[in-house]
């Protein structure tokens, strides 16, 4: 296993964005997460990711983790959020940190990073002046090392890694079905870690739970190279056998999903030569299939004024397009429409939610379509 940071970290990250929750759809279930952190404590795995903006998730790392183990067991990591839907101001940005470190109690964060960055707020980082107060904060001790997570063009990626290159590790969303999407290009900014020789830390490599369920044929595909082996596997194991990953953050939601991934990520080895020909031809089939890459990071919601459940009907969506589940489809919109969502036809066009999409998804057109097919 390649050392990074002096270190051999364990390739399985816990990814703290997705937690499991009471039945109020709200709440964290901490004693359900007690549970999780306990497993993936006991097999050895060190690596916890959360955030400012992850609704909960710093509260529910406190009680999880930082109260029940000591401070050199774990590495544990935060983010700051300059975007515009995050911050109003240079103010509101930084004293996200100082709030991170209360909500934890971590006393101090190993690695910190510089949340979301793409053309639609890079800026905002610059002007605010968040590389220096991170550079600061770490000779205060406040934070080991600082990187940053990236949703946007391979190009940008190298400019902004010539700029800052005291940046010290990259996350990246990096999956085999968005390896030569073109509105990721997971391999292109891959790459451009590899050159500019920056470890990279991986998210969505399940792609927000759609690879957990890939269509039918892809899933006939792996159960036929590897009976044995979940389908997810294929998704993390792809993403961790890529030499210059760090670590892979899988977004657990349940006992049972922290324990299939410690199945086989806590030995973990590298896809062969065979199964990396599996997964091109998975790669093939997706490629075939048109649909909505939303990973349901919920960013888009908060802001919206109409309060549409936007990445609910995207999944409604994606049931009829890469399913061919219609009338499941229209079902869950209604379900939604009756639980309180506002109806995808309500869209003001305020354009906040593709200001905050990571994705880059066009959401307003993606409503229009999901209101003219599934209302």
């Known amino acids: 296993m390649k050392e990074f940071f002096g270190t051999r970290i364990p390739k399985l990250g816990f990814g703290m964005m997705r937690l499991p929750r009471l039945e109020d759809g709200t709440t964290i279930?901490?004693?359900?997460?007690?549970?999780?952190?306990?497993?993936?404590?006991?097999?050895?795995?060190?690596?916890?990711?959360?955030a400012y903006v992850y609704n909960g998730s710093e509260e529910a790392v406190k009680k999880a983790l930082?109260?029940?183990?000591?401070?050199?067991?774990?590495?544990?990591?935060?983010?700051?959020?300059?975007?515009?839907?995050?911050?109003?101001?240079?103010e509101e940005a930084k004293k996200q940190l100082q709030i991170s470190l209360e909500r934890t109690g971590a006393g101090y964060?190993?690695?910190?990073?510089?949340?979301?960055?793409?053309?639609?707020?890079?800026?905002?980082?610059?002007?605010?002046?968040?590389?220096?107060?991170?550079?600061?904060?770490?000779?205060?001790?406040?934070?080991?090392?600082?990187?940053?997570?990236?949703?946007?063009?391979?190009?940008?990626?190298?400019?902004?890694?010539t700029k800052h290159p005291d940046a010290e590790f990259v996350q990246l969303q990096l999956n085999y079905a968005d390896w030569e999407n073109p509105s990721v290009q997971s391999r292109g900014c891959y790459e451009v870690c590899v050159k500019h020789n920056k470890p990279v830390v991986?998210?969505?490599?399940?792609?927000?739970?759609?690879?957990?369920?890939?269509?039918?044929?892809?899933?006939?595909?792996?159960?036929?190279?590897?009976p044995d082996m979940s389908v997810p596997s294929w998704a993390i194991r792809f993403a961790?056998?890529?030499?210059?990953?760090?670590?892979?953050?899988?977004?657990?939601?349940?006992i049972a999903q922290i324990e299939d991934n410690i199945s086989y990520m806590k030995d973990f080895k590298p896809l062969d030569e065979k199964e990396q020909a599996v997964i091109k031809e998975a790669q093939n089939i997706l490629a075939s299939i048109e649909q909505i890459p939303c990973t349901a990071c919920h960013y888009c919601t908060d802001g919206c004024p109409m309060q549409i459940k936007i990445p609910d009907?995207?999944?409604?969506?994606?049931?009829?397009?890469?399913?061919?589940?219609?009338?499941?489809?229209?079902?869950?919109?209604?379900?939604?429409?009756?639980?309180?969502?506002?109806?995808p036809s309500d869209c003001i066009h305020c354009l906040q939610c593709e200001d905050a999409c990571p994705q880059h998804i066009h959401i307003t057109e993606w409503l229009e379509k999901i209101a003219a097919t599934l209302e």
């Open 66 to 90: 930082v109260e029940r183990y000591p401070r050199d067991s774990y590495f544990l990591t935060s983010k700051l959020n300059a975007g515009n839907w995050a911050a109003k101001n240079e």
């Open 109 to 161: 964060l190993d690695f910190y990073l510089l949340h979301a960055l793409s053309k639609d707020n890079v800026d905002n980082y610059e002007k605010y002046g968040i590389w220096e107060y991170v550079r600061e904060a770490k000779e205060k001790g406040l934070i080991r090392h600082y990187g940053f997570s990236f949703h946007d063009s391979p190009e940008l990626l190298d400019e902004i890694l």
């Open 29 to 50: 279930d901490i004693e359900q997460t007690k549970v999780m952190v306990d497993k993936f404590m006991e097999a050895g795995l060190i690596y916890v990711d959360t």
């Open 202 to 226: 991986v998210m969505e490599p399940v792609k927000g739970g759609t690879l957990a369920n890939p269509p039918q044929a892809v899933q006939d595909l792996f159960k036929a190279a590897e």
């Open 240 to 254: 961790a056998s890529l030499e210059n990953v760090m670590v892979v953050l899988s977004g657990m939601s349940n």
């Open 313 to 343: 009907f995207f999944n409604a969506m994606n049931r009829n397009l890469v399913f061919g589940q219609f009338e499941d489809a229209k079902k869950r919109t209604a379900n939604l429409i009756a639980g309180g969502s506002g109806k």
